[in-house]
């Protein structure tokens, strides 16, 4: 779809479809009550780029602050089961799952995120905010010996359940 720059100035279309906002275009927590309970799930990703001889201390296990990764995912799972908390307009969920993963790239470490729930509202904002707080916290172990380590590519990835159905990231 173009863009299109009278929809910018007109509140009225670019505000349908923005679920967070109500009639008035004032800013409100969605009623999910009248939604069914489905199996949701999540999946999210991002990167954190650094130093070959910064990923080498990670994949060792040797950073002076510990093993930086078994650290990053048990951030990841709180950050997760704390959504609610760090966003605004987000409702707070029952997880059953939460899973933060790890591979090694060149230069960088991936992150994956998986988070589910039976409920009436997606995981999308837990699994997106385990993977960013996963992330900093590689960035926090770490900075010490590499300050210049980038994070990027933070996205959603996967979903599953609710009334949109399934969605995959091309």
Request: hydrophobic share 40%; aromatic share 4%; proline share 2%.
């Given at each position: 779809m ?27 927590m ?17 990167r ?35 959504t ?9 969920l ?25 409920g ?15 992330l ?26 609710g009334a ?7």
């Amino acid at each position: 779809m173009p863009f299109d720059i009278a929809q910018v100035n007109d509140r009225e279309s670019w505000m349908k479809g923005l679920t967070h906002f109500d009639s008035r275009g004032d800013a409100h927590m969605v009623d999910v009550s009248g939604k069914g309970e489905t199996r949701r799930i999540a999946i999210a990703e991002g990167r954190i780029g650094m130093k070959l001889e910064t990923l080498g201390i990670v994949k060792s296990g040797s950073g002076e602050k510990g093993d930086v990764l078994a650290v990053s995912r048990i951030a990841g799972i709180m950050a997760a089961k704390r959504t609610s908390e760090l966003i605004p307009l987000c409702h707070p969920l029952a997880l059953t799952k939460v899973a933060v993963e790890f591979e090694f790239e060149e230069t960088a470490i991936l992150c994956r995120a998986r988070t589910e729930t039976v409920g009436r509202t997606g995981v999308e904002m837990e699994a997106l905010t385990a993977a960013s707080i996963a992330l900093l916290t590689i960035y926090d172990m770490c900075k010490a010996v590499d300050r210049g380590m980038t994070i990027s590519g933070i996205r959603l990835i996967e979903k599953q359940g609710g009334a949109s159905g399934n969605w995959h990231a091309e």
